[in-house]
């Protein structure tokens, strides 16, 4: 059994985290995140392209991951959907606020 397929099984029937918890585990998995991407920065040559391919490797890993402990392709997918919406979500909000000057 994979690490990923013991990871759902321990999860998959246990009902949703009190809401302080899932905001718990959000932050934590987000800084995590943002950890992995400044490790790309520290160790992968700074050019347009090495980038790309280091973000793009990243957000394999993420979606495999998804597809790999989701009960199911279409919960997979949601999932993956939901998190293109909030990086969207968070990406406009952003680019607002610097045109704003803040």
Avoid at 26 to 44: M, N, S
Avoid at 47 to 61: C, G, I, Y
Avoid at 84 to 97: G, I, L, R, S, T
């Amino acid at each position: 059994m994979t690490t990923q397929m013991k990871i759902w099984g321990t999860f998959r029937n246990v009902p949703l985290s009190p809401i302080d918890t899932q905001d718990e585990c959000w932050e934590v998995a987000y800084k995590i995140g943002l950890d992995a991407l400044d490790r790309c920065a520290e160790e992968i040559e700074q050019t347009p392209n090495n980038l790309r391919d280091a973000l793009a490797a990243l957000l394999t890993v993420v979606s495999h991951a998804a597809y790999a402990m989701a009960p199911s392709e279409k919960i997979a997918e949601g999932m993956i959907s939901f998190a293109q919406e909030m990086a969207q979500d968070n990406w406009a909000a952003e680019k607002h606020k610097n045109q704003k000057g803040g």
